[in-house]
């Protein structure tokens, strides 16, 4: 077996692969055209309120990189020789929470369009800076920025707002636009994104995107998701307390540090924020996935023992070392417990049950795992299974993940017009970059182990490509966080104090078939400000 290679290094066999990936599903071979453009696409910088009166940064603020993002822009145009796709691929700005208050009374609903704007206009004060950055990069060569909504900025889906968007970077109206239809392909077809957070077990998932509107007796205003309406208020109360909460990925993880901390929030936890937790932390992108499975298959789960364990079920699901188990335990009443698991579907426990077999295997391998919880950590039970399910042929735990994507991709492809075909999927929203991994593929009866990043959820093929660029921002894992913290209290640090590494998606120019790699914009002492494939020990 080859060695590991260094993330984001496409290998020499890569080539081959990415001809064989242009097969379409019809079996006609497809001859693309050369792509002479680099895409780009970042997300997930939550531009907010910036300074307030005192010039002190506002707790809530997460975007204090100005001067960095000013200059990684210059670096990539002139690399890119000013012929660049630049995405914004969701929540670069914090609308959903810009002001210390509600749009209006009813918890569902969120801003009208005027709303919107005036928070709109507190954010491009604030970031003057990085507009003009962004204005500069539009009008050069033939570089062209594109933003796609995403939860925290759906206001954007607004005419009024993304019109207002557009004046403010003060390019040419055909090298910038604010995309209503929720989502970018490029010219090709080949290359599709969205911020993410539309998938199907996603708690901000947002009715009837990408026209979230609803009439109400003031006007029409923006569609809540559930994750919007059960933490808007909790980030914004907690940051104030712990400025990291929203720093640490993945999506979740931190507010679960935090409320397991903070004392006054035992009377926070419901059965409807705990619901909404573990099925917002469950992240796949977690695990080592060498596609070690070969013909091994997933196991069956008897659903109906795991149902009957009632609330059980639900404390075995949450690992000993998870910092919202003693919050669980101290809040929520059996029956509250055993009314959430008879309330979650059939496939939701699927899911569940999935993610704890996964834990299991991680944590009695060692295998390096990059957020959550450490490696070696209390054990982790898994559900029931069928006799005929159990043992090592059946140790496929990663069907939940795929069946959730291919659904999505399917309901993706079909409102998109026949020319586009996307063989890669470029997602946002978790805050957490996929990492290189060796994925070794059948390939005309040979055996080709490559280092790929991202993952294909049809295992046994190479086509399509899920990856997810983490966010252009300052993050931290849990592992890391606690690392970084020794004996220091989680409030002591501030989003200044973690690693200058921003992470990103880069497509370079192909002529056969696109690679995406995650690269990151770092500083370190000896080097100065550059483009890596990894943080560099940061």
């Known amino acids: 077996m080859p060695g590991r290679a260094s993330p984001g290094v496409v290998a020499p066999g890569l080539l081959f692969v990415a001809i064989v990936a242009s097969v379409s599903a019809a079996g006609r071979t497809q001859v693309p055209a050369a792509v002479s453009r680099t895409t780009l696409v970042l997300s997930d910088l939550h531009m907010g309120r910036g300074r307030d009166a005192s010039a002190a940064w506002h707790a809530t603020e997460d975007f204090r990189w100005a001067v960095e ?45 005027g709303e919107a704007i005036e928070q709109l206009e507190r954010i491009l004060a604030a970031h003057r800076t990085e507009l003009e950055a962004i204005g500069a990069f539009a009008k050069a060569g033939s570089n062209r920025v594109a933003f796609v909504p995403g939860d925290a900025d759906a206001a954007l889906l607004l005419p009024a707002v993304a019109q207002r ?43 009837a995107w990408p026209t979230p509107f609803v009439t109400a007796k003031d006007g029409r205003r923006l569609r ?40 006054s929030a035992a009377s926070v936890l419901t059965p409807d924020l705990l619901r909404h937790l573990l099925f917002s932390t469950i992240n796949w992108q977690q695990f080592r996935m060498e596609l070690d499975d070969g013909d091994v298959e997933p196991p069956a789960w008897v659903v ?77 039970t898994e559900c029931p ?59 005309s009866g040979g055996l080709l182990t490559i280092p790929m990043q991202g993952f294909s959820p049809t295992r046994k093929s190479l086509t399509p490509v899920v990856i997810n660029g983490g966010a252009w921002q300052r993050t931290v894992t849990p592992v890391q966080l606690d690392r970084r913290l020794g004996d220091r209290p989680f409030s002591s640090l501030l989003p200044e104090d973690l690693a200058p590494c921003y992470s990103f998606l880069l497509i370079p120019p192909y002529a056969d078939a696109p690679t995406p790699q995650v690269r990151y914009w770092r500083h370190t002492r000896t080097e100065g400000w550059g483009i890596a494939a990894d943080c560099g020990g940061l």
């Open 224 to 263: 809540r998701s559930t994750g919007e309406r059960l933490t808007t208020d909790l980030f914004r109360s907690l940051e104030t307390k712990y400025p990291l909460v929203d720093n640490v990925a993945v999506l979740g993880a931190g507010l679960k540090r935090a409320l397991g901390l903070d004392g």
């Open 165 to 207: 968007l557009v004046r403010a970077i003060g390019a040419p109206p055909d090298r910038v636009e604010v995309l209503a239809k929720g989502f970018w392909v490029s010219r090709d077809g080949r290359l599709y994104a969205e911020h993410g957070h539309q998938l199907p077990w996603s708690g901000y998932r947002v009715e």
């Open 69 to 113: 993002f000013q200059e990684f822009l210059v670096v990539v145009d002139r690399d890119g020789k000013s012929a660049i796709d630049l995405v914004f691929n969701g929540d670069v700005f914090e609308l959903a929470a810009a002001s210390d208050r509600a749009c209006g009374p009813d918890p569902e609903l969120g801003c009208r369009e």
């Open 385 to 443: 299974r069928t006799p005929d399910t159990r043992g090592g042929l059946f140790d496929y735990f990663w069907r939940s993940r795929d069946n959730g994507y291919l659904a999505y991709i399917d309901e993706v492809t079909t409102r998109l017009s026949p020319n586009a075909s996307p063989t890669v999927f470029l997602l946002g929203h978790t805050h957490l970059a996929d990492r290189a991994q060796d994925r070794a593929n059948m390939i």
């Open 304 to 380: 109906s023992d795991a149902r009957a364990q009632g609330g059980a079920f639900l404390l075995s699901t949450v690992p000993d070392d998870d910092p919202i188990r003693p919050l669980l335990v101290a809040s929520l009443t059996a029956p509250d417990l055993d009314r959430t698991v008879q309330a979650l579907r059939d496939e939701e426990i699927v899911m569940l049950c999935d993610y704890r077999a996964a834990v299991r295997r991680a944590r009695r391998r060692f295998e390096p795992l990059v957020t959550q919880f450490a490696p070696r950590g209390p054990a982790v």
